[in-house]
């Protein structure tokens, strides 16, 4: 992963094209210093919505990165896409059926080099991402740890994402999954919504991503970025 577009990013802001942000808002995560703006949801994302919302972040020197999950909504114009694969999905379709249709209909437009696969591990049950896939979220640590070995070693994903959207997960478990890669970077994000719990997930992971928290507490979202800035991993 040395050299590789996404290898220096300990932090992400998460914005949803379905939710309203002020240019006051977005003023402020832009310029916080963080490593990239993510764009990304998991349900009401449209082609319209995610432009309006690009062209919004376009106007600052922050990198720019979709998560792409829906064709309708695959938009030109950033500098890097993600395009999550459901390690834990009970619907193929959400491993690798949709972005399989995406390619065959859309290959010859992809940016290849600017675009890598992302596997997504979903272990909040509640989370609108695991119920849209079907995500199998009760599963044990060590079933986990497959997934993340499985992704990282036998399908050769550079990036490895445990989701635990809404709610902050299991920091040994993501301790022991960036650990436990020969390769891949372990992105975190569920429920930081305080410094404190920033320093705990850039200490185990090495990307921490922050979504809600943006939409409630715009100071306590924009603290996050120095908290991480300041913490070293501790594997
Ligand atoms: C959501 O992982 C991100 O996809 C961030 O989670 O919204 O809980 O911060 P939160």
């Known amino acids: 992963m040395d050299g590789a577009w996404y290898a220096g990013w300990r932090h992400l802001f998460k914005l949803d094209p379905d939710r309203e942000i002020s240019d006051e808002a977005l003023d402020a995560l832009c310029m916080s210093g963080t490593d990239a703006i993510m764009v990304g949801g998991s349900s009401g994302v449209t082609f319209d919505n995610t432009v309006e919302l690009m062209s919004r972040i376009r106007r600052y020197a922050v990198d720019c990165v979709l998560e792409v999950t ?16 459901v390690l834990n999905a009970d619907k193929p379709e959400w491993l690798i059926g949709r972005q399989t249709e995406a390619v065959r209909e859309f290959g010859h437009l992809i940016p290849w080099e600017i675009t890598a696969g992302e596997g997504y591990l979903i272990l909040n049950g509640e989370a609108t991402a695991a119920k849209v896939s079907g995500a199998r979220t009760d599963i044990t640590e060590d079933e986990a740890l497959a997934y993340v070995q499985a992704a990282d070693r036998l399908m050769r994903l550079p990036v490895v994402y445990i989701e635990y959207s809404g709610a ?24 930081i919504d305080s410094p404190e719990r920033a320093v705990q997930a850039a200490s185990s992971a090495h990307t921490v991503v922050v979504g809600n928290i943006i939409y409630s507490d715009l100071d306590a979202a924009v603290a996050t970025v120095q908290a991480v800035k300041e913490t070293n991993l501790a594997l």
């Open 70 to 85: 829906s064709l309708e909504a695959a938009v030109p114009g950033f500098d890097y896409y993600l395009v999550p694969l």
């Open 168 to 191: 902050f997960g299991d920091m040994t478990l993501v301790k022991r999954a960036a650990q436990t890669v020969s390769q891949a970077r372990i992105v975190y994000g569920g429920g």
